[in-house]
């Protein structure tokens, strides 16, 4: 009865799945002969199955992250279809900034994802995340579909095999259950990671299917698909590099005919630079990147020699996520991953094995070996977001092998369906019990990693109270759990003694984000916050006016910073008058104009003082002193006269 229900087993090829290059129109892989579907529906139902089974509790989550300013927040999208021209137009990030921000040595230029959420807004009414949710997931089991059908017509099932124990099948379906796809799948923003390659697959595949059919139209639709792909994320770029590699390798095409086969990859790359650049105004813009701020530039202060150690030491921990995807974290900011130089043991063992890796890659390539090809695919789509040619603003991310994942799903399919069967004297694809039980073994731990994960993502709250167990030495999960514990439970909640809980516990992580890096002006900001939700506690207004002083002189022109302290200033208007205005003056005339020698800046501060309880004659002396100086003799005469008259 079961054997009824399987897709029909595929035949012995009647060559090896390198083909000789033939002038006729018949299939090159096994993937392209007709009746696919017909073969295969069983398998790919299972393979979406896993997508909703795994993810479906995140469907019903809200907007986290990014998604603020990818989405919900951002002007473009919320137009809804009248905003796509100016998402394809400018910066990603320009819908929520409102002007150009440089942050990064290449810019966000990655507006397909975003006009797939202008559509979402346009049909299904803003604020909807369980859309932009929903989407993600079919996306992601649509994702495991096409690697599965492409890998079925690279890796043909052998004579007596089954598809269920088979090469493609098993990379598919740890593909599917690999915890470190998480982030992509249950972030909304992540969907930029998905379409990129569904782009570069879809590429791959019409690339393969020109061969096949001789049918041209088939290199436009490759074309068209890597366009896509890289109008999601700019690292479907190297499925230029991946998509000849793979022709070169599983088939007999002659070197000419695959050149040309890669012409229209190639147009499609140089289109795409060029539009990214009319967006953006720029290719790279290091020049304008803050070069002091590790939060954007992770690698500031360090040596040459540090920096690719450092690099070194992420491209191993990569490796050892792949293995063994835990813990998990957001966080991969300073210094959760610690600055390393070549003394320490664990840039060495990065450094040789991927030189080592790339080297025995190239070597074996030759002998069309399965382990070499998954090596340098999973080498190319990784080099993008290395950090070694272009600085991607953080030391590492689980999103960025979401994509080069595939190479290992390839390595570890080979070692299951090939490798282990010929090592026990099994047949090829074979049902053998040793592996089905391995392989049931760690499918089930994947799968319970990845159902133990999801629940992180539910809010911003639950999401960095993971981070900051795993990331202890990042100042950011610090700072964004202070902020989340700020903003989800203190302005909630009217308990004195829980806002006393939550206050010291906000103090603390404050207080460890700026050990971990004194200068980041977002924990500045909550170091403000937190200070005046403790001065709202014990009325200590010293305590408070020294850290808000503190601050002043760490962020001085940061904007939201300057707003909240001018709310808290107006907040205070019926506080202690003499330390108010003495507050008041050392931050407009002391520090302002004294020290910045900024007169717009020292007035506002001062003006806050003019409507207390009397005149203060210091401030009134030195609004005039200030008028005086730039200019304004009307007004520096009549608070000279203000202030003789307090004499």
């Given at each position: 009865m079961a054997e009824k229900s399987k897709p029909k087993q595929a035949q012995k090829p009647k060559q090896s799945p390198v083909q000789k290059e033939k002038t006729s129109t018949e299939p090159l892989t096994e993937t392209f002969r007709p009746g696919f579907w017909s073969a295969h529906w069983i398998p790919s139902i299972i393979l979406v199955a896993m997508a909703f089974a795994l993810y479906f509790i995140g469907i019903k989550y809200g907007y986290v992250l990014d998604d603020e300013m990818t989405y919900w927040k951002n002007e473009f999208v919320q137009k809804g279809l009248s905003g796509i021209r100016q998402i394809f137009s400018a910066d990603s990030f320009m819908g929520y900034f409102k002007e150009q921000k440089f942050l990064l040595e290449g810019g966000r230029y990655r507006p397909l994802s975003l006009a797939t959420f202008a559509m979402e807004v346009e049909f299904f009414g803003p604020n909807k995340p369980v859309v932009g949710h929903f989407f993600n997931v079919l996306l992601y089991g649509l994702t495991g579909v096409l690697l599965y059908r492409i890998l079925l017509g690279l890796f043909p099932i052998r004579e007596g095999g089954r598809w269920y124990f088979s090469l493609p099948f098993i990379a598919s379906t740890l593909y599917m259950l690999h915890p470190l796809h998480v982030e992509c799948v249950a972030n909304i923003k992540g969907r930029d990671e998905i379409l990129a390659l569904l782009g570069g697959l879809g590429a791959l595949y019409a690339t393969l299917k020109y061969f096949d059919t001789k049918g041209w139209w088939w290199l436009v639709v490759s074309a068209v698909s890597l366009l896509l792909g890289m109008f999601a994320k700019e690292n479907a770029l190297t499925f230029v590099a991946v998509i000849p590699l793979t022709v070169w390798f599983f088939t007999k095409v002659s070197l000419n005919r695959t050149l040309m086969a890669t012409l229209p990859l190639l147009a499609a790359a140089l289109f795409f630079i060029w539009a990214r650049y009319e967006a953006l105004g720029y290719l790279l813009n290091t020049s304008k990147i803050s070069a002091t701020d590790i939060m954007n530039n992770p690698f500031f202060g360090m040596t040459g020699q540090e920096k690719i150690a450092t690099i070194f030491l992420t491209l191993g921990w990569y490796i050892k996520l792949l293995f063994v995807p835990h813990p998990l974290t957001i966080d991969y900011y300073p210094y959760h991953v610690p600055k390393v130089g070549w003394s320490d043991w664990r840039a060495l063992a990065g450094l040789a094995l991927h030189v080592g890796m790339g080297l025995w890659a190239l070597w074996n390539i030759r002998k069309r070996s399965i382990p070499a090809y998954a090596i340098l695919f999973y080498l190319l789509t990784l080099s993008i977001v290395s950090n070694l040619f272009v600085s991607v603003g953080t030391f590492m991310n689980e999103r960025f092998l979401y994509m080069p994942s595939i190479g290992f799903c390839i390595l570890a399919g080979w070692f299951f369906a090939r490798k282990l069967p010929e090592w026990l004297k099994e047949k090829p694809d074979s049902a053998y019990p040793l592996g089905m039980i391995i392989f049931a073994c760690i499918a089930g731990l994947l799968a319970y990693r990845v159902v133990t994960r999801i629940p992180d993502w539910q809010s911003t709250l639950t999401l960095n109270g993971s981070a900051v167990q795993v990331s202890e030495g990042s100042a950011r999960s610090h700072c964004f759990y202070a902020t989340g514990l700020y903003e989800e439970k203190y302005v909630k909640t009217k308990n004195r003694e829980e806002k006393e809980k939550l206050v010291t516990e906000m103090e603390y992580h404050v207080k460890r984000s700026l050990?971990?890096?004194?200068?980041?002006?977002?924990?500045?900001?909550?170091?403000?916050?937190?200070?005046?939700?403790?001065?709202?506690?014990?009325?200590?207004?010293?305590?408070?006016?020294?850290?808000?002083?503190?601050?002043?002189?760490?962020?001085?022109?940061?904007?939201?910073?300057?707003?909240?302290?001018?709310?808290?200033?107006?907040?205070?208007?019926?506080?202690?008058?003499?330390?108010?205005?003495?507050?008041?003056?050392?931050?407009?005339?002391?520090?302002?104009?004294?020290?910045?020698?900024?007169?717009?800046?020292?007035?506002?501060?001062?003006?806050?003082?003019?409507?207390?309880?009397?005149?203060?004659?210091?401030?009134?002396?030195?609004?005039?002193?200030?008028?005086?100086?730039?200019?304004?003799?009307?007004?520096?005469?009549?608070?000279?006269?203000?202030?003789?008259?307090?004499?």
């Open positions: 050990e971990i890096n004194p200068n980041f002006g977002a924990a500045l900001i909550m170091k403000f916050n937190v200070a005046a939700a403790r001065f709202d506690l014990d009325k200590q207004l010293d305590k408070f006016f020294h850290v808000a002083e503190d601050v002043l002189e760490k962020i001085p022109y940061n904007a939201t910073f300057r707003k909240n302290l001018a709310a808290y200033l107006k907040y205070l208007d019926g506080s202690n008058a003499d330390k108010y205005m003495a507050f008041c003056y050392r931050a407009g005339y002391e520090f302002f104009w004294k020290k910045k020698n900024d007169p717009t800046a020292a007035l506002f501060f001062l003006e806050f003082a003019l409507n207390r309880q009397y005149e203060d004659i210091r401030t009134l002396e030195s609004i005039a002193e200030i008028s005086e100086a730039t200019g304004n003799a009307a007004q520096a005469a009549e608070f000279r006269a203000r202030a003789n008259a307090q004499k």
